[in-house]
């Protein structure tokens, strides 16, 4: 099984990065801060071939304001040069940028807006002061100057096409883009009041400026299926469609935590057949020892295995609290069918105590099968930042045993606190990551983790 994460230019979150497993000594740098409530980051950065990072800045999930940044490394000294290369204001154009991006092999950047595009009915209020259903956009470097040219190349309608697109869109070789949305597809419940989220694809033009938009999957929610998807797909060699979501499935965590259905989440595969998909459920997760909320994606190895994180569960004796489970989370891995074994095998790779981290995020892979993440919490810090400090760790594997390194503890001192989404990868193995901790918001670098100085998609 290849699986297939075309971002041509752009190594993101979910490539499978060729390279060492050393780490050695990990040294973090902050590269940019934006500090008052000027700006929240969304989104880990994308990094381009020519190591210019962009992400998402967003003005707060009650502002339909938002920015699209370039971080360009230094040719000499030490500060990276800034530049707002597009705003949002709302209305048609788009608002509430909360989604990362992706890069085709002309430089052009692609990403999500959360609200925004048609603002009439039924996108003129959604769940509360959001307005709209949200976008799909392309921008487009300069050809000389610096004015990038942002286009929207779709507007979600509400309803039957989904309402409020989230993560990273992924690429096929065709150069088709996928994605999901979070609410829309299901016909609006009690439970499910705008809908219980898609999954998408959209074709460019053969001539002309317009896409085409297909809906590939509704999402029912409760004990059926899953609901609200919002992290990005992941493809293999025959289309099928790999993923996440926050809620739904079969078991029933029977919290206080809030969840609209009272379920704790899934993962799933879109099989393909002809252009048709159909709902194939991994697993339903119950809250137990092998987690709840499985909300960040999944990626996959050059086995067919597949690896995602929950934000909740696992060891429920230990008092993490902040989504009314038990347990700090987990790491875990999914085994496709073998010989006699029919059905996707689930297995526990790591379970967060607190000491080593709370609340993990999105996973990053390379070629040696280890895996990168961050943790926006833990429990052992005496730093000011206390429970809220966050680490970057490293699982790596020997003889079917997982081990958990801590490459970088956060202090909520220069290195700021609260590392949130995921990581990126530059080509030569530098890590880039975002944190958001109290109003300070920044983007930083660890070196470090030795990857080789070039990358394959699967």
């Not at 487009?140 to 096409?161: E, Q």
């Not at 609901?227 to 060699?237: E, F, G, K, Q, V």
Request: hydrophobic share 35%; aromatic share 10%; net charge neutral.
């Amino acid at each position: 099984m290849r699986w297939k994460i075309i971002a041509t230019t752009a190594l993101t979150l979910g490539s499978l990065l060729v390279g060492s497993d050393a780490l050695g000594a990990a040294s973090l740098t902050t590269l940019q801060s934006w500090t008052g409530g000027t700006g929240y980051v969304f989104s880990q950065p994308t990094v381009l071939s020519t190591g210019v990072l962009y992400g998402v800045l967003s003005n707060g999930v009650n502002s339909a304001k938002g920015t699209i940044y370039s971080l360009t490394p230094p040719k000499s000294g030490t500060a990276w040069a800034l530049a707002t290369i597009s705003s949002f204001t709302g209305g048609a154009t788009g608002g509430y940028p909360l989604g990362g991006l992706v890069a085709d092999g002309a430089g052009n950047l692609y990403g999500t807006s959360f609200g925004g595009g048609k603002t009439s009915s039924p996108c003129s209020y959604v769940n509360g002061s959001i307005s709209g259903c949200g976008t799909v956009f392309k921008l487009t470097p300069p050809k000389s100057g610096v004015t990038w040219t942002r286009t929207v190349i779709y507007t979600f309608g509400g309803g039957a096409d989904g309402i409020g697109p989230l993560g990273n869109l992924r690429f096929d070789t065709s150069g088709n883009l996928y994605g999901v949305t979070q609410w829309g597809g299901c016909t609006p419940t009690l439970t499910y009041p705008n809908g219980c989220g898609t999954a998408f694809k959209l074709t460019p033009p053969k001539s002309g400026t317009t896409w085409v938009e297909t809906v590939l999957y509704r999402f029912q929610g409760g004990a059926s299926d899953g609901a609200y998807p919002n992290a990005p797909l992941l493809l293999d060699s025959a289309n099928n469609l790999y993923g996440s979501t926050l809620y739904g499935g079969a078991a029933n965590c029977g919290s206080t935590s809030g969840d609209p259905d009272g379920r704790c989440g899934v993962a799933f595969e879109l099989v393909n057949k002809a252009g048709v998909y159909s709902m194939n459920l991994l697993h339903s997760f119950t809250d137990g020892a092998d987690g709840s909320l499985p909300g960040n994606g999944l990626v996959g190895d050059s086995a067919g295995n597949l690896y995602g994180t929950t934000l909740q569960g696992g060891n429920v004796t230990v008092a993490c609290q902040q989504f009314g489970h038990s347990g700090c989370g987990t790491v875990f891995k999914l085994a496709p069918p073998n010989g006699s074994i029919t059905t996707w095998t689930k297995s526990t790779a790591h379970t967060f105590a607190g000491s080593d981290g709370a609340y993990p995020g999105m996973l990053l892979m390379n070629s040696a099968g280890a895996l990168f993440g961050v943790a926006s919490e833990n429990s052992a810090s005496s730093y000011k930042c206390s429970f809220y400090c966050g680490d970057v760790f490293k699982l790596t594997q020997a003889n079917n045993v997982w081990s958990s390194t801590t490459v970088h503890l956060f202090t909520d001192g220069t290195d700021n606190a609260g590392p949130q989404f995921g990581l990126a990868a530059s080509s030569i193995g530098t890590l880039y990551g975002v944190s958001l901790y109290n109003v300070t918001s920044t983007v930083y670098s660890i070196t470090g983790a030795t990857f080789a100085k070039r990358n394959r998609h699967h």
